[in-house]
């Protein structure tokens, strides 16, 4: 099986190592030469919306999948004309329009914070009376790891932010006194099946993931079932086909989405040590048209990203319960270059390292 992917960054690069195994040869469509996916696969040069490279990778697949949600949806269309594609471009469509995800999510019963189109200045200071301070202003699209988007909690910011992003569709949303950040890991296969990774818990630092939880603790089988039911609607919906992830506020007993990202996940980086089934080779089994995976948790495990620069590998590896993951990626603040999963045998025993942990990966905002 020949596997195109669109985007050739890390997550495209452990799609493609996951795959090997399975038989599955891997060529990413890429601009960038000596992408961190191009070092373990074949690469196609070109932009995305390159006709001659869409036409150079579609002849090069049996099926076409995408690592990030900012591939052109005409691309993908263009290419689900000639070799299937999957996820389907409509999940991509969805995911990269902030109001018509929200409005997406709303139509299936799932709850969000609550939302307002802004098209102009009089839209915004009107929406503000309605859903109140705080709040947070947000670019529709092109927004990720924090960026296109503010925190309003004054008059002053709320005048400080329109200055800064106005001038372009906008969604304002009420600001959630969360309790904890969750992600759900869902996949769905070509005959209808679905599996579910267990509930992950999220601390960010700078909008950008710092540190990832699994399985998240004090979940509870309601509140698992309850995402994973969420999650469901969206896949039968679209007709899904691939890893999807769902990030979720918690607030007490609620779970309100906040996004859905259509494609493999920083947040479930976890599953390559600790899980039965990765989330990359599930992703890969599933539009191939191979049997899922169990998805089921091995373990207790807590995952740290490398921001813009690695620690020392032996340094890192001198921890005897660390799995390091580097992406062959060049230093570069903000920039994902690295991961580190650790793992415990116990809930307890996760719990009394976790401090330890953070305190050799610490990150500051």
């Not at 600001?175 to 969750?182: G, H, N």
């Not at 509140?223 to 979720?248: D, F, Q």
Request: include cysteine; hydrophobic fraction near 40%; proline fraction near 7%.
């Amino acid at each position: 099986m020949r596997l195109g992917i669109l985007g050739g960054g890390q997550l495209g690069r452990m799609i493609a190592l996951a795959g090997y195994p399975l038989g599955v040869t891997s060529t990413v469509l890429e601009p960038a030469a000596g992408s961190s996916a191009a070092q373990v696969c074949g690469h196609v040069a070109g932009e995305f919306d390159s006709y001659q490279a869409l036409y150079e990778l579609a002849k090069a697949s049996d099926v076409v999948t995408f690592e990030f949600e900012n591939v052109p949806v005409e691309s993908a269309r263009w290419l689900a004309e000639r070799v299937p594609v999957f996820p389907p471009p409509r999940a991509l469509k969805v995911s990269q329009e902030r109001l018509a995800e929200k409005e997406f999510f709303t139509s299936l019963g799932i709850p969000t914070p609550p939302f307002a189109a802004i098209e102009d200045e009089s839209d915004f200071r009107a929406s503000l009376t309605e859903i109140g301070l705080p709040s947070v202003l947000k670019t529709r699209r092109f927004g990720y790891d924090g960026k296109g988007q503010a925190v309003l909690r004054t008059q002053a910011d709320a005048d400080a932010a329109w200055q800064k992003l106005g001038g372009r569709p906008l969604i304002l949303e009420g600001f959630v006194p969360f309790d904890r950040e969750l992600s759900l890991l869902a996949v769905r296969g070509r005959d209808g099946q679905i599996v579910t990774y267990p509930l992950i818990e999220n601390t960010h630092i700078g909008g950008i993931l710092h540190r990832s939880i699994s399985p998240a603790p004090d979940t509870g089988e309601e509140l698992t079932e309850r995402a994973a039911e969420y999650a469901s609607r969206v896949l039968s919906e679209l007709n899904y086909v691939g890893v999807l992830c769902i990030e979720w506020f918690q607030e007490g007993p609620r779970l309100l989405a906040n996004e859905m990202a259509p494609r493999v996940h920083n947040s479930g980086h976890w599953t390559i040590e600790g899980a039965l089934t990765s989330q990359f080779e599930n992703h890969a089994r599933a539009v191939c048209g191979l049997p899922l995976g169990k998805p089921d948790a091995v373990g207790f495990s807590a995952m740290y990203n490398f921001i813009g620069s690695t620690p020392p590998a032996a340094e890192v590896l001198h921890n005897p319960d660390a799995k390091l993951h580097l992406y062959g990626k060049g230093p570069r603040p903000n920039r994902k270059v690295g991961h580190v999963t650790l793992r415990a045998g116990s809930a307890e025993e996760l719990a009394e390292k976790l401090p330890e942990w953070d305190r050799a990966f610490e990150r500051k905002e």
